[in-house]
Every structure is written in structure tokens, then in C-alpha cells.
């Protein structure tokens, strides 16, 4: 029994590892030209991985390309959870936490809204708002991951990271000039910073870029939009069990093991028994298992797919983040 298993472990991994091996060498690529010309890594992840999408196609590398875009996306995901602690959302009062929630539901409720006036399908307004509202591209990740199968959910997924990504970039440099104009203290800053850059990278870039006072408030601000993760994975898990009972087919459980795993090393993380050492290994974890599962979707999709997608898409996706910038200052403004 247990030669038969090795057997097969071994077999697995030799049909997995060509796939898994050039998406890792993709993401490496990324990260060096993300470290070299400031762009997001995922943007550079992605677009390497669509030059090389012949590799996609049947092959020896086409079910480690598989393999990856799935199940390293999932558990990139779940290593989300070492960024979070209660304490850190605590220390910024209640105000903060209720801004989050009303940004985040408003947010997606209305993209949602959007999608179905624009023609489109509620769940890639459900895509799409998650990823503005939460934290941009692994946010578009983890709910792809959560959403019931659809012919065109890959495509709506890269869409998603590429738009998302590109403007997190733009909002980098002119929500701090943004800051400057509105006059707003250095806290208030922070508030707004984190509470309508879409990446994480990019608000600790412009917080920063500002103050310390500044960049440790938006940092954690940000953090509490990454904890919505959590509540809009069950909501879109809901969906997909809700498709799947329609449709007689097996219904996935109600959170997927991601998700569970997110939630367990969040919660093991605010013990504070976890070493600095341990979370900077999880955070790096996380983003390499995410560069590397975007380089396999990006292998898996045509440049000329997404090219035909039409004005409509960019133009949500703008709407969403001008909705959501100006959704934050307005709940400041009354004090939240």
C-alpha cells in the first residue's frame, strides 16, 4: 500500500512539476522587473505569462499550469491570513471598522448594479467590485476561486487583475497629491489611503511616501479591508451552492478550505504567539504563491481574448474606483 501510494505521489509530481516549475520561473521574472521599475508584480506576472501561453496548450506543461493557477492560487490565499490580528483593527477605534463595512458592501452592491446595467453578468460585477472594494488583485483571485464555473470566468479574472492592478498604480501617486489638496491630517490621510488603494503594496508605498503616522494607518486600514476577504468568499460560496442545487449538480461546502485556512492563521496570528520571523515567512509565501498562480492564468489566456472585451469592462472598473474614492471621503467627512 504505502510503495503503491509513494508510486503515485511520484508520478504526480513528475507530471506536475514542468507546469509548476515555468510559472515559478514566470513569477521570478515578474518580481525582479517589479523590483527594478516599480510596477505591480502581478501586472508584470501576468503579461509574461500570456507571451508564454503556448505552454498552456496540450503538452508536458499543461497540467502543472493547471495545477498551479488552482491550487497555489488557493493556498496564497489562505496565507493572507498572517497579515491580520484583531489587535491591529483595534487599536484604530470603531470608526475605522464601521467605514470598512459600509465601503466594502456599498462598493460591491453597487458594481454588482452596475454589471447588470451595462449587460454584463451580476458576478462579474460581484468580481470586479471585490477587487476594487477589498484588496485588488488577490482579492479577484480569491473570489474567482470561490465562484461557480463559468466559460468565461478566466478571462474575467485576468481582466480583472490587469484593471485593478494598473489602477492601484495610478492611485499611488495621485491619492497623496489627492491628500495634500484636501488638506487632511496625517491619520486622516492614512484612513483615506487605505481605505481606497486597491493593493496592499501600493497603499504601504503612499502611506509611507507621506509619514510614518500616515503609512501605519493606512496599513491597517487596509488590513480591515482585507478581513472582508472573509464574509464576501462566503457570500460568493453561497452563490455557487445556490447555482449548483439549481442545477442538480454537487453542492461545493459553505466555505471553501481557503477560506477556513484564512480564517484559522488569522486567528492563531492575534494570539501574538506567532514569531515576526514566522509571519514575514507567510507573507512572502503568500505573494510568491499568488505571483505564481497569476503567471499560470496568465499562460492559460490570449492577449487577443482580452483585447476584445470592449470599452463597457474598463469603464466599470473606473467607475468603481472613482465610487469608491469618493464613498471614503464622504463617510469621512460625516465623521466615520
Known amino acids: 500500500?504505502?510503495?503503491?501510494?509513494?508510486?503515485?505521489?511520484?508520478?504526480?509530481?513528475?507530471?506536475?512539476?514542468?507546469?509548476?516549475?515555468?510559472?515559478?520561473?514566470?513569477?521570478?521574472?515578474?518580481?525582479?522587473?517589479?523590483?527594478?521599475?516599480?510596477?505591480?508584480v502581478m501586472l508584470f506576472a501576468l503579461l509574461l505569462g500570456m507571451a508564454l501561453n503556448f505552454l498552456s496548450a496540450d503538452g508536458q506543461c499543461k497540467p502543472g499550469i493547471e495545477y498551479t493557477a488552482r491550487t497555489v492560487l488557493r493556498l496564497g490565499v489562505a496565507l493572507l491570513g498572517l497579515r491580520l490580528t484583531l489587535a491591529q483593527m483595534a487599536a484604530l477605534g470603531w470608526k475605522p471598522v464601521v467605514m470598512v463595512v459600509v465601503i466594502v458592501t456599498l462598493t460591491i452592491l453597487s458594481s454588482i448594479v452596475a454589471a447588470r446595467l451595462l449587460g454584463f453578468n451580476r458576478l462579474f460585477g460581484l468580481l470586479t467590485g471585490g477587487a476594487t472594494a477589498i484588496c485588488g488583485a488577490s482579492a479577484a483571485l480569491a473570489l474567482a476561486a470561490a465562484l461557480p464555473a463559468h466559460p468565461q470566468k478566466e478571462k474575467a479574472t485576468l481582466?480583472?487583475?490587469?484593471?485593478?492592478?494598473?489602477?492601484?498604480?495610478?492611485?499611488?501617486?495621485?491619492?497623496?497629491?489627492?491628500?495634500?489638496?484636501?488638506?487632511?491630517?496625517p491619520q486622516q490621510a492614512g484612513v483615506f489611503l487605505g481605505g481606497t488603494i486597491h493593493d496592499v503594496a501600493q497603499v504601504v508605498g503612499?502611506?509611507?511616501?507621506?509619514?510614518?503616522?500616515?503609512?501605519?494607518?493606512?496599513?491597517?486600514?487596509?488590513?480591515?479591508?482585507?478581513?472582508?476577504?472573509l464574509p464576501v468568499i462566503l457570500c460568493a460560496t453561497l452563490v455557487t451552492r445556490?447555482?449548483?442545487a439549481g442545477s442538480g449538480g454537487k453542492r461545493p461546502p459553505l466555505l471553501p478550505a481557503f477560506a477556513v485556512?484564512?480564517?484559522?492563521?488569522?486567528?492563531?496570528n492575534s494570539t501574538?504567539?506567532?514569531?515576526?520571523?514566522?509571519?514575514?515567512?507567510?507573507?512572502?509565501g503568500s505573494r510568491w504563491a499568488l505571483t505564481i498562480a497569476i503567471s499560470a492564468?496568465?499562460?492559460?489566456?490570449?492577449?487577443?481574448?482580452?483585447?476584445?472585451?470592449?470599452?463597457?469592462p474598463i469603464a466599470l472598473m473606473i467607475g468603481e474606483t472613482i465610487f469608491l474614492a469618493a464613498l471614503v471621503l464622504l463617510l469621512m467627512h460625516w465623521g466615520l
Not at 492564468?297 to 463597457?312: N, P, S, W
Request: with cysteine; hydrophobic share 55%; glycine share 8%.
Open 261 to 268: 485556512g484564512f480564517l484559522a492563521l488569522a486567528c492563531i
Open 159 to 185: 481582466f480583472t487583475v490587469i484593471g485593478v492592478s494598473a489602477l492601484s498604480t495610478v492611485a499611488m501617486i495621485a491619492y497623496p497629491m489627492l491628500c495634500k489638496w484636501f488638506a487632511l491630517s
Open 297 to 312: 492564468l496568465g499562460m492559460k489566456t490570449q492577449l487577443k481574448e482580452l483585447a476584445a472585451v470592449g470599452i463597457k
Open 1 to 40: 500500500m504505502n510503495t503503491a501510494v509513494l508510486t503515485h505521489t511520484h508520478q504526480r509530481v513528475r507530471e506536475l512539476a514542468p507546469g509548476f516549475a515555468v510559472s515559478a520561473m514566470v513569477a521570478a521574472a515578474a518580481s525582479f522587473l517589479s523590483e527594478h521599475y516599480g510596477a505591480p
Open 242 to 244: 445556490a447555482q449548483s
Open 206 to 229: 503612499a502611506g509611507y511616501s507621506m509619514s510614518r503616522e500616515t503609512g501605519d494607518a493606512a496599513t491597517v486600514v487596509k488590513l480591515m479591508r482585507v478581513a472582508m476577504l
Open 272 to 284: 501574538g504567539w506567532v514569531p515576526a520571523a514566522v509571519q514575514q515567512l507567510g507573507n512572502d
